[in-house]
């Protein structure tokens, strides 16, 4: 069956290492997002990309960069992490021809020391 | 901006209690409304949508009904199980923008 799937599910790293949360789809889809998910805030979209080479900065983008260069895979880094950075992420993806239904990965919780 | 708000929890309720868990959204355009469900310890699933007015989703014995007139999607279930307790979500798509926005999410806990 075709999933999602996100590595580590937990990492604990210290402030101004740089980490990277890896995210593998099996569906092809063309559509891949990045979120984090904080208590009192649900989801917020940190950054997105329609296709291969193509990515976008969401609403919480400072501090994280993406990069898609296969179908699969949209890995997300954190270039100097910060204690503010703590939280849930959630990958997802979406084929660009359904009617907006996003599947989401089982989340990978990161603690910044 | 595009925006969902969600009645705060945590809520609580008896098995076979009557549900229902607010959300009214503010769009520019005419937006596509999702439910989605996190159980614990999971990532998020969809519930039910609804892509226009007057539309209604069901899954699972829940019901959202799409009301433009009042800019709301509630989210309700005539007797919810314990098998229910989670975090539901309810977020908004705008045609052709494929971005998801989110409500800030209702935990709901069912007792025995």
């Known amino acids: 069956d075709a999933e999602i799937t996100q590595s580590p599910r937990h990492k604990i790293t210290e402030t101004g290492r740089q980490v990277t949360l890896a995210c593998h789809q099996t569906w092809n889809h063309n559509n891949m997002f990045w979120y984090r998910q904080d208590l009192g805030h649900g989801l917020r979209l940190i950054h997105y990309s329609y296709g291969v080479q193509d990515t976008n900065k969401g609403e919480v983008s400072d501090g994280y960069s993406v990069s898609r260069s296969n179908t699969e895979d949209l890995p997300l880094t954190l270039e100097s992490a910060a204690s503010s950075q703590t939280s849930v992420y959630f990958c997802a993806s979406r084929d660009s021809g359904d009617t907006d239904t996003q599947y989401f990965g089982p989340g990978t919780r990161l603690t910044v020391l | 901006g595009d925006s969902v708000t969600q009645m705060e929890g945590p809520v609580t309720l008896s098995e076979e209690a009557f549900l229902t868990i607010n959300c009214t959204y503010t769009a520019t355009g005419y937006p596509s409304l999702f439910w989605y469900v996190q159980y614990p310890g999971e990532g998020l699933q969809l519930l039910l949508k609804a892509t226009k007015a007057d539309d209604k989703g069901s899954n699972k014995g829940f019901e959202a009904t799409y009301r433009k007139e009042t800019t709301s999607f509630h989210l309700e279930k005539g007797s919810v199980q314990v098998s229910d307790s989670a975090v539901y979500f309810c977020?908004?798509?705008?045609?052709?923008?494929?971005?998801?926005?989110f409500g800030q999410g209702t935990r709901l806990t069912i007792n025995p």
């Open positions: 977020a908004l798509s705008l045609v052709g923008a494929q971005k998801l926005v």
